[in-house]
């Protein structure tokens, strides 16, 4: 019997079109599950746009127009763009629909039955001339924790702590800039501390099966927030706000993460109903691989694992759905290893990337590099045409184009293969034979290696036989080595097929195979005498100047401008200036080395012969005096730092320069020599005070 396999790719946010961020998920995802379904499993790719929520309200107040109307035209603009990459899922809906309502009302009821949603009065931020409570993201402050300021009410996203809208410093409104006043009113919590054992299940290393649910790193990341202990989880939002209205409780509204994933349910049984199937023999069955058994497999990025490993999985158990097989955790795409860029033309959206580049192209180079890890991803533009123009042009569709032209000037007809061949056809199989568990576990990027790999090998025996020489005197023997070549690349279509279906359906026709290519047919023999039919060209060099107007017409887009940088509650805003990217993330132990204090430049002088460099003299109080070096002298003249208080890394070990001892390091900000800024302190701080 054949595995039931649900697959899901994280739900696009409804108010922006889609980028290529998007898209790296959107493919990894299908070409996972037209992988599956090369096997025989029954693989359904149920997918949606994500709807609800404040920006979308914001958006919408922001253009005149109605929610509706906003998500309506985003569903057009996802949908085109997602089939013109080819991505092949079985649905694609909305969680602004009745089935969505449905089930979240249904789950709600099964929490709620157990005991898992409790009804507290919360303290929230009022504005009196918006007339309402405010949202997260309707409101913003200073972080508490690190005094960033403008950081909306949920988040930092200089510091990246969690916090309620009531914790910001002088909060604001958002929308009028009012500041607003404390208000008490109803919410709704789920305890998910009471989930605690489940899920510590759930996140163990496998299951029954001995199949992984998790990757290891992300394992390790959730269950530290398990071991920290649960927050209990709002899940409810006072109106206005554009969603789905909690049975029983009116005014009130689930929260968009909490409907958003039931999206995934709502689609499974929009699809259904559509063909003549029951949404409970997917979501109402157990996870598994047996008779009757199900898996669900979700693959998302990294920056929304908490939703997706902690309050997903606990609300499908208590509720008694299907909880997740696996969930594939991909990091973030950067373009010329730089976080996207709207200044620079590398925030692309997938609507202007179809207008310039074969999104077959992309399709392959994501699928070439990406493996089952959570790294980020560098979509580098130079090694993007040399990776393309090496595989596609010049390994495998060399192997196919040389073997068949060749074939047509003796008839267009396949002989039987040579012997000398055997090693090469056996070593060709072996490798086809590894890739369906390649694909299983999210490893494309060695599946298609050992595409090449057949690619690099069969070239390689075409040129040393060279039949083209042979054509006149040996015509048999000719045939017979250049039919070596159509069997291999009958074996490539195979292994590029989950990638690029069109190259495979242009290899199915050129040898009028009975049926489509799959894992358990791909290898069989192709028959002597067999006349193949038109020759489709496969793959035509990228130029680099197509990615040249590519990147000059992302730049003129102005509709980047309203493109999300993910999928969750926030509109990305736009800036005219660039950072280096954020380096990983760490835990606060990392800290404990590290000795800032309160210093106080006492004394500052140029360095002779060189240009950049001061050399201060800063007092640390009771620590005493350090002689520092720093390359400021670009931005900042001796006279303007003397007498201010700043940052010193204090216990940097000493570094003999060759104009004296550096003891210590000054903190500063800034992108080039001339733009820099050092963080200066109250001049109330006192020298030598420990910074924490």
């Not at 010329?336 to 580049?357: A, D, Q, Y």
């Not at 000398?420 to 060709?428: I, N, Q, R, S």
Request: net charge negative; with cysteine.
């Amino acid at each position: 019997m054949a595995n039931k396999v649900l697959v899901t790719a994280a739900l696009t946010y409804a108010n922006g079109p889609a980028h290529l961020g998007h898209l790296l998920e959107a493919i990894q995802t299908d070409v996972y599950a037209r992988a599956r379904k090369m096997s025989g499993d029954e693989v359904i790719f149920m997918w949606a746009d994500d709807t609800h929520g404040t920006p979308i309200q914001v958006r919408a107040r922001r253009e005149g127009i109605e929610p509706e109307a906003l998500i309506a035209r985003a569903y057009e603009e996802h949908l085109a763009t997602y089939r013109g990459f080819g991505v092949g899922f079985d649905i694609f809906y909305t969680t602004h629909s009745e089935e969505n309502r449905k089930h979240a009302g249904a789950i709600f009821a099964a929490l709620r039955a157990r005991g898992d949603v409790e009804v507290r009065d919360v303290e929230q931020l009022y504005s009196e001339v918006d007339q309402m409570f405010l949202p997260d993201r309707l409101v913003k402050g200073t972080c508490p924790v690190c005094k960033t300021p403008d950081q909306y009410g949920d988040s930092c996203e200089a510091c990246g702590s969690t916090y309620r809208p009531t914790e910001l410093i002088e909060p604001y409104s958002t929308v009028s800039g009012d500041k607003p006043v404390l208000r008490t009113s109803e919410h709704l919590f789920v305890g998910l501390g009471r989930h605690e054992d489940f899920l510590r299940e759930w996140l163990a290393p496998t299951d029954e099966g001995g199949r992984t649910i998790l990757q290891d790193s992300v394992r390790k990341f959730v269950l530290d927030w398990v071991d920290k202990g649960l927050r209990d989880w709002d899940i409810s939002r006072e109106a206005p706000y554009f969603g789905i209205e909690i049975p029983g409780f009116p005014g009130k509204y689930f929260y968009v993460w909490f409907d958003a994933p039931i999206g995934y349910i709502a689609a499974t049984d929009k699809w259904c109903q559509d063909n003549g199937q029951d949404v409970d023999s997917w979501w109402k069955a157990p996870a598994g691989r047996g008779d009757g058994e199900v898996e669900i497999v979700h693959v998302i990025g990294k920056d929304i694992v908490y939703f997706h490993c902690l309050f997903w999985p606990a609300m499908l158990h208590a509720s008694g759905y299907t909880v997740p097989s696996r969930v594939q955790v991909h990091g973030w795409l950067k373009v010329n290893g730089e976080k996207m860029s709207k200044s620079r033309g590398t925030f692309i959206l997938g609507k202007t990337f179809l207008e310039h580049v074969d999104p077959a192209y992309l399709r392959y180079y994501l699928a070439a590099r990406l493996s089952n890890n959570q790294d980020d991803f560098d979509l580098g533009m130079d090694d993007f045409v040399n990776r393309v123009n090496a595989d596609l042009v010049n390994k495998a569709a060399n192997v196919a184009s040389r073997s068949v032209k060749a074939l047509a000037k003796l008839g267009g007809t396949l002989g039987a293969l040579p012997e000398d061949a055997g090693e090469l056809v056996a070593a060709c199989t072996a490798r086809l034979a590894e890739v369906p568990g390649l694909y299983a576990n999210f490893e494309s990027a060695q599946a298609l290696r050992l595409a090449m790999e057949m690619a690099e090998d069969t070239n390689g025996y075409l040129n040393e036989r060279a039949p083209w020489k042979l054509t006149k005197t040996e015509p048999e023997l000719a045939r017979s080595i250049l039919s070596v070549g159509v069997y291999v690349s009958k074996l490539i279509a195979a292994v590029l097929k989950p990638v690029l279906p069109a190259w495979a359906e242009k290899v199915e026709a050129l040898l009028k195979l009975d049926a489509p290519l799959t894992w358990a047919n791909a290898a069989a023999p192709l028959p002597a005498g067999l006349e193949l039919g038109e020759y489709q060209n496969l793959a035509v060099r990228l130029d680099p100047k197509q990615l040249d107007a590519l990147i000059e017409a992302s730049k003129q887009d102005v509709a980047a401008d309203a493109a999300l940088d993910g999928g969750g509650e926030g509109e990305a805003e736009s800036f005219d200036y660039e950072v280096e990217a954020l380096a990983d993330e760490v835990g606060i132990e990392a800290l404990d080395g590290v000795d800032l204090r309160v210093g106080k430049i006492v004394e500052c002088e140029g360095v002779p012969k060189a240009k950049k460099l001061l050399r201060l003299t800063v007092d640390l109080g009771p620590l005493g005096r350090r002689n520092v070096f720093s390359g400021i002298a670009k931005s900042y003249a001796p006279e303007q730092l003397v007498g201010k208080h700043v940052v010193v890394f204090a216990n940097l070990k000493p570094r003999k320069m060759r104009f004296g001892l550096s003891e210590g390091m000054i903190m500063a900000a800034g992108a080039s020599d001339d733009a820099v800024t050092l963080l200066e302190l109250d001049p109330r701080s006192l020298p030598g005070d420990k910074i924490s």
